[in-house]
């Protein structure tokens, strides 16, 4: 099952709504029969824990990933910093979805990120390389014959953008950032961890920010979001570097919707979903697979 | 097994020793196996540091060595391990250099690489380096890493990744690929400035090849020179035996010409790199020369004359004021930014043998380093130089100090050199997007290594020409937490010019004495001596 059919599966049940191109959520929305919540937030566990009592709330990884799956798996390794310092998703978390997303049945996963820093430095201190290939995930640096130009004929400023081929070609794709504090858009979460299967000139992106991350992460939107905040930064991210800067929520949140993470993760700085441009743009343009005012979120603490 | 194969033998290793140092030259670095290793072999090293310091650096213990051993056995470096000299070998094989039949038109040139190694000297009592461009083993390492790499992943990368998007062997190819950049070159591709001028200029060197086999050598070297001075009472002789008919076959085929026309029975132990040929190349009815140690042995003139040296005292003079007279253009050095922990810029050039093996390192970092060319000296051309536009010096890596084999950069800390300016960013208004367009950006802001971020922006509101108005979020630079390395210029999502730009305003350029004691990183191949002896 590739990934656009199972966000309209879960969505409609239909086959008539086959022809239904993503972002129509409010129609899926509309035939939503799934008994699972729309999200999940879960705290004060560590990484590994935090993620299994999301799954067994949200499903299990068997309702993402089919037999035979080829996954890719895109954790946030832009920076060359170390775990503590919160600029990189936890390498336990990556670590532990990708092993279930092998014994789920998938045939292949691929881990990968087009850093900020030196990507060889990044990969290795993010520890996020060694943890990855140690549960049999493939790390992959990003090469930059492999972007293929795609058409964003909803887009409003921009109408194609080259986004990684590995990403686009995979059955399934789990996104894992992690929320940092960033000066531009306020919170960096799931939205913002897509650019980092983007090519081209991605500074070019941050003019009319808001805008353009809508037109081209709406084409291309992960199977789940999971976010990792079991550390986040609060200031001087994303790239952060000071300790004094990381807080330790222990929490993680998971959805299948991007934009529904990304809204929930902004409490975690003490900010509305409203106050970030990007994210009053996603809603505007109706990206959100679930309601936000009725939101089904299951909170579970671990403590 | 002959000693000419031996010889041979030893010559692929040590050539092949140097490939693999310049290999693992990279991001991990863990100074096991030191990468400036050969660098360090250069006779030249020790000689020219005694006069900078005056005092030995134990440092350069592998030149050390070749040095102790040269007066008792002769330019046994130059025939066994000079990796150039390896080069040059395979390459006059290639370009079929010509013997030494013929009348001699080059022998005069002899004094020439004296020459070359006398005025160094005088010109580095005037604190110019000039030798360090000359240096055989610099030479080659600055040609690897500025010529023969970058083609190499060029042709590489080319190759594997153009057969990786044809349909059936793209798998395959791809799998090549992969494991081609595990175990070989991990590095993106290295693009370099002044990669052509330092191609011409090994070109020429290889290109002598067609005049005379070890051209380079027998004429230019300076540490042939000097290992020649040297090496002119080496107890290792040619013994010609009696039966000897002067059939000239040894002294036509001597790559270093230095078997005498007229009589076949002296060697010129200045010039003889004790490749063993001639005894190979004597015809096998003769068999009539033999390699034997003696106790008395004869000493050969060195061809250099008073009068010569009186030349060359004059050519350095010259060229000692040619070198002060230069404009100082202050335009020319506003972006001259050095690696982190050079020494001041005096020092630096004085020390800096532009090898490259910095630019190198860097490579597989930052990318920021770059071969420089000639801004206000010629001194300049070929030192390593931040080009910030394409690349940056990365917040967490302090590599180049710890390759660099004269320590014209110090091997600071990590630590230390985090702390240590390489110079400051300075916002060009007219061209950054919230002044000039008033949009946000903040790319720059985003990208800031440092803990507490250099960049910092205030949120204005701002009044649009349509008669509304907006918040906009104007960057600036925090002077004292900037340490200039360059990461926003590189990254400046705008067309041509960065609008922001570092310059060598308040770049830190320490001196060893300046530092304290645990400041820098001691290698644990810097034993027996310690990095810091200067």
């Known amino acids: 099952m590739r990934r656009q059919d199972f966000l309209k599966a879960t969505g409609a049940g239909l086959v008539g709504l086959a022809a239904a191109p993503l972002g ?57 910093r170390t775990p503590a310092q919160a600029a990189t998703t936890n390498p336990d978390l990556v670590a ?43 790390v992959q640096h990003v090469r930059d014959n492999r972007f293929k130009s795609i058409d964003l004929p909803q ?67 992960p199977t789940v979001t999971i976010m990792d905040a079991y550390r986040i930064l609060i200031a001087n991210g994303p790239s952060g570097g000071n300790l004094a800067d990381v807080r330790k929520p222990r929490t993680l949140i998971m959805s299948t919707c991007t934009v529904t993470a990304d809204c929930l993760a902004t409490g975690l700085f003490d900010l509305q979903p409203t106050d970030l441009g990007y994210l009053r743009e996603a809603l505007k343009r109706d990206i959100n697979l679930f309601d936000q005012d009725n939101l089904n979120l299951k909170k579970i603490s671990l403590s | 097994m002959t000693l000419v194969r031996w010889r041979r033998g030893v010559q692929l290793s040590a050539l092949l020793f140097f490939v693999v140092l310049f290999v693992l030259a990279r991001y991990p670095y863990t100074g096991a196996l030191p990468s400036d290793l050969f660098l360090r072999i250069s006779p030249l090293l020790p000689l020219f540091s005694l006069l900078d310091n005056l005092s030995l650096l134990w440092d350069y213990w592998p030149a050390l060595i070749i040095l102790l051993l040269t007066p008792f056995v002769g330019r046994f470096f130059c025939g066994w391990l000079c990796p150039l000299g390896t080069t040059l070998d395979a390459a006059g094989h290639i370009l079929k250099a010509p013997d030494n039949r013929g009348p001699d038109r080059w022998r005069r040139l002899r004094p020439v ?38 083609i190499g992943t060029l042709a590489v990368e080319g190759v594997l990744l153009g057969l990786s998007n044809l349909p059936i062997i793209g798998d395959p190819a791809y799998t090549v690929y992969d494991w081609f950049k595990i175990l070989l070159m991990p590095e993106d591709q290295a693009f370099v400035q002044q990669g052509m001028g330092v191609a011409v200029f090994f070109g020429i060197i290889v290109g002598l090849e067609k005049v005379t086999k070890r051209f380079w050598c027998r004429y230019i070297c300076p540490a042939g020179a000097w290992l020649g001075l040297l090496a002119q009472f080496r107890l290792f002789e040619r013994v010609v035996g009696d039966n000897c008919t002067d059939c000239s076959i040894c002294s036509q085929g001597c790559k270093m010409d230095a078997i005498s026309d007229e009589n076949a029975r002296t060697t010129n132990k200045v010039e003889c790199i004790e490749c063993f040929a001639c005894a190979e190349n004597c015809p096998p009815k003769w068999n009539a020369i033999t390699y034997q140690w003696t106790q008395r042995p004869q000493h050969s003139a060195i061809d250099y004359s008073r009068r010569h040296f009186l030349q060359t005292g004059l050519g350095s003079f010259a060229a000692l004021g040619l070198m002060r007279i230069g404009l100082h253009n202050t335009n020319n050095t506003a972006t001259l930014i050095r690696p982190p922990g050079s020494l001041p810029e005096p020092e630096f050039l004085e020390k800096c043998i532009h090898c490259l093996e910095c630019v190198r390192i860097c490579q597989s970092n930052g990318r920021a380093l770059q071969p420089d060319g000639i801004r206000n000296s010629l001194l300049e051309l070929w030192a390593p130089v931040s080009v910030m536009r394409m690349g940056y010096c990365e917040y967490n890596c302090n590599l180049c100090g710890q390759v660099c084999p004269t320590e014209a950069i110090l091997p600071l800390t990590l630590a230390l050199k985090q702390k240590t300016p390489m110079g400051l960013a300075h916002f060009d208004k007219d061209l950054c997007i919230p002044y000039a367009k008033l949009e946000d950006c903040l790319v720059c802001e985003e990208l800031c290594p440092t803990p507490d971020k250099a960049i910092k922006f205030e949120s204005k509101t701002t009044l649009l020409p349509d008669g509304t108005s907006k918040q906009v979020k104007y960057p600036y630079v925090v002077e004292k937490l900037c340490i200039g390395c360059g990461i926003c210029e590189t990254k400046c999502p705008i067309p041509g010019r960065a609008a922001i730009f570092v310059t060598i305003e308040g770049q830190m350029r320490p001196t060893p004495d300046e530092l304290p004691a645990d400041a820098l990183t001691i290698l644990p191949v810097s034993e027996p001596g310690t990095k810091m002896t200067a």
């Not at chain 1, 850093?115 to 990855?132: C, D, G, K, Q, V």
């Not at chain 1, 887009?155 to 960033?182: C, F, M, T």
């Open chain 2, 113 to 150: 690489k004296f020459a070359v190694l006398i005025g160094a000297l005088l010109l580095a009592l005037f604190a110019i380096n000039i030798w360090g461009f000359l240096d055989p083993i610099s030479l080659l390492n600055r040609v690897f890493t500025a010529v023969i790499y970058p």
């Open chain 1, 24 to 80: 129509t959520g409010s129609l899926l929305r509309a035939f939503s029969t799934a008994t699972e919540p729309d999200a999940v937030w879960v705290e004060q566990g560590e990484p590994v824990e935090l993620l299994t009592a999301a799954m067994a709330a949200y499903g299990g990884m068997q309702r993402f990933i089919a037999p035979g799956d080829v996954v890719l798996v895109k954790p946030n390794i832009g920076f060359d």
């Open chain 1, 155 to 221: 887009g409003k400023v921009l109408k194609s953008w080259p986004i990684y081929r590995d990403y686009l070609e995979a059955d399934k794709v789990i996104n894992l950032p992690i929320a940092k504090q960033h000066t531009m858009s306020q919170v960096t979460g799931g939205l913002k961890n897509l650019m980092g299967v983007m090519g081209g000139n991605r500074g070019k992106i941050h003019r009319r920010f808001s805008k353009k991350i809508i037109d081209i992460t709406a084409a291309i939107l």
């Open chain 1, 96 to 138: 532990e979805v990708i092993r279930l997303v092998l014994e789920a049945g998938a045939k292949e996963v691929k881990v990968i990120d087009r850093t900020a820093n030196n990507a060889r430095r990044s990969y290795a201190r993010s520890e996020i390389e060694a943890s990855a290939k140690a549960v049999g995930g493939k």
